[in-house]
């Protein structure tokens, strides 16, 4: 086969761009001259990648949020699908986002250009119906975890578990007494990483909430620190307006971090919103409480349809309660307040869950952005 070849890929946040630079890595070292266009962002552009639209032009969430953005959202659906079809690719990879990125790979397949998608869907989860429109949509289906891919055997949809590149990134070693060492704490000192999440929405809900809570754990615990990492200059300034609602000032005590990994490999213990990073944390060893709430009508949706024993991932990858997890009502300042203090008076309660995060890490590690280059190319030969 002819290396000079056009990949078609859409991602639509900041983790479909690291995904997908990790992808045409490995996709370039087996076709050199191939080339990359779709929407992406600055990971992926750094490879080449010509991006049609900016990437941030499609990370929405939720059920209804994102119909306030569905002109431009079905606008820039259009555009592409007419590149695409102008310009056939030799493979489109639509990289999650499937509420935006099936649609494009349905038209495109239904045109006989081969199409993948990289991430599942929650199919396992709620709207099961969905992987009847995944099987039109598709020609191979690329999860991350290895419980995804019963679903698609059920249904004849080749599919392919590749693990997660966040399992091949982080190694097996303690990282906290280097992170701390960048960061200027000692090793002795009781350090808690805050993460309310990478979105304004999810700032805005859970922020106010971790840091009342976390003065609160200072009447006890006067000597605590707190790390908040940011994701960009929206979501820093987002988190500095909740310090200033809160009337918290930043200092030794209170310190924000470009670096959401560092932060959590630096913290004795993690408190955060439901999403990757709670897997994050789990490949760093750390223990954690993790926290869920949806704006209101979201959540009145998803509670009639979502059925899945648990948020956290590790819970999910586990198929039980390694880390606690609040929803919705549930989380509270106390809620908060509580896990951080009660982790403190007994550290050794997260031994045995520590011990098992380090097993799911092991099973995750399968070389994911290589897997999947091995894996876009066996479909390449075949179409």
């Known amino acids: 086969m002819a290396d000079s070849i056009l990949i078609g890929i859409v991602a639509g946040e900041k983790s479909g761009d690291i995904l997908g630079a990790g992808l045409i890595a490995a996709l370039q070292k087996r076709h050199p001259d191939a080339e990359f266009v779709g929407i992406g962002g600055p990971d992926m552009e750094s490879l080449g990648f010509r991006s049609l639209f900016p990437m941030e032009r499609l990370s929405v969430m939720g059920f209804v949020e994102p119909l306030g953005r569905l002109p431009e959202l079905l606008y820039i659906k259009r555009k592409l699908e007419t590149y695409f079809r102008a310009c056939p690719p030799s493979v489109f990879i639509g990289i999650d986002s499937p509420d935006f990125n099936l649609r494009i790979e349905e038209t495109l397949r239904s045109h006989n250009i081969t199409t993948a998608h990289y991430v599942s869907p929650s199919v396992w989860a709620y709207r099961k ?66 993460l309310p999440g990478s979105r304004v929405s999810e700032i805005e809900r859970l922020a106010p909430l971790f840091l009342v809570a976390a003065v609160k754990t200072l009447r006890s615990m006067p000597k605590l620190k707190f790390l908040i990492p940011f994701s960009g200059a929206e979501s820093r300034a987002c988190i500095e307006r909740t310090l200033a609602r809160c009337s918290i000032f930043l200092g030794e005590q209170f310190r924000l971090v470009g670096n959401s990994q560092q932060a959590m490999a630096a913290a004795d213990f993690v408190v955060m919103a439901s999403g990757t990073a709670t897997l994050e944390a789990m490949l760093l060893r750390k223990p954690m409480a993790v926290f869920y709430r949806l704006a209101p009508i979201t959540h009145l949706i998803a509670s009639r349809i979502v059925d899945v024993p648990f948020v956290a991932l590790p819970n999910l990858l586990a198929g039980k309660r390694l880390v606690p997890e609040a929803i919705q009502s549930e989380v509270t300042e106390a809620a908060v307040e509580s896990h951080i203090l009660n982790y403190f008076s007994d550290p050794g309660a997260f031994e045995e869950s520590l011990r098992q995060f380090e097993s799911l890490h092991r099973e995750l590690r399968k070389g994911a952005s290589e897997a999947a280059s091995a894996a876009i190319t066996e479909l390449l030969n075949r179409s």
């Open 129 to 194: 119906n969905r992987v009847h429109k995944i099987k039109r949509a598709v020609d191979l289906m690329l999860t991350l975890f290895p419980f995804e891919t019963a679903i698609y055997d059920e249904f004849g949809i080749p599919a392919t578990c590749v693990g997660h590149p966040l399992a091949d990134q982080i190694g097996f070693e303690n990282k906290t007494a280097d992170a701390r060492q960048i960061l200027g704490f000692s090793q002795s000192e009781q350090v808690v990483a805050l």
